[in-house]
């Protein structure tokens, strides 16, 4: 199977649509979406309604800013600049897709399995353990390949920083992945991959990030793209949202 990874969206719509321009041509079988649809960004619509038409099938799991744009949580965790745009985003969604988000999986989700029925790729928003839990370091990731599922190579989101985790003889190695990249997976390895953000990146590099990956070749390929920034930086401001939230855009912060 050929995957399209896409994560952290966060109502980017600008990035978005860039990122699905980009992979109209590229060939793959269904898309994997590791949550944070909406908060931050000014177009929470249009990324909910993107789902929709995505190309092939979809699984989707919830972020821990969905669950909080979708009340389902009171975001008691978030910073004032968080909670404004989860609560802003509340109220802008239309009621179908309001109930779209309150709808959405809870991670992690095994999507394929081989032959003996043991999870081949599985996909959650911060760690398998939890959604809110962040895979920064070699020793969170360490905890996270002892959660089940176990699967050869799980996706990840929630940091915003396109990296990878190997597990090897019981040790664990982290990667950042710059740029645009490849590497070919090892089977008797296991993987924690984060393909980073497409609408707020954290590495210091604004363009958005996506990822695919062919689990027949065992090959991901990592790739950014540059966006129209300030058009999302306008609709931030258009809207009211806090500064902070379009300076870091362009900083990639
Ligand atoms: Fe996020």
């Not at 958005?208 to 950014?224: E, G, P």
Request: proline share 6%; net charge positive.
């Amino acid at each position: 199977m050929r995957y399209l990874i896409l994560s952290d969206m966060h109502g980017n719509w600008e990035a978005m649509r860039t990122v699905l321009r980009k992979v109209r041509r590229k060939r793959f079988d269904s898309t994997l979406v590791l949550g944070d649809l909406v908060g931050y960004g000014a177009s929470p619509n249009q990324i909910v309604d993107s789902m929709r038409t995505l190309p092939g099938k979809l699984a989707i799991v919830r972020g821990n800013h969905d669950k909080v744009a979708a009340d389902l949580d009171n975001g008691q965790s978030f910073n004032e600049a968080a909670l404004v745009a989860a609560r802003w985003t509340t109220e802008k969604l239309t009621r179908r897709n309001l109930t779209y988000m309150k709808s959405l999986p809870i991670g992690p989700l095994v999507v394929e399995r081989d032959a003996e029925d043991a999870p081949r790729v599985a996909i959650c928003h911060g760690s398998p353990m939890d959604e809110d839990i962040y895979l920064f370091s070699e020793q969170d990731a360490w905890g996270a390949f002892q959660a089940e599922p176990r699967a050869h190579v799980t996706f990840f989101g929630h940091t915003h920083v396109p990296s990878l985790f190997i597990l090897h003889r019981g040790g664990v190695r982290g990667v950042l992945l710059r740029g645009d990249g490849e590497l070919k997976l090892h089977p008797r390895m296991r993987y924690l991959v984060n393909p980073g953000s497409i609408g707020q990146p954290r590495d210091r590099n604004p363009a958005a990030a996506y990822i695919l990956y062919d689990s027949k070749t065992r090959v991901v390929r990592w790739y950014r793209v540059p966006y129209a920034i300030d058009q999302a930086q306008s609709r931030i401001r258009a809207a009211r949202l806090p500064e902070s939230l379009a300076n870091r855009l362009a900083e990639g912060i």
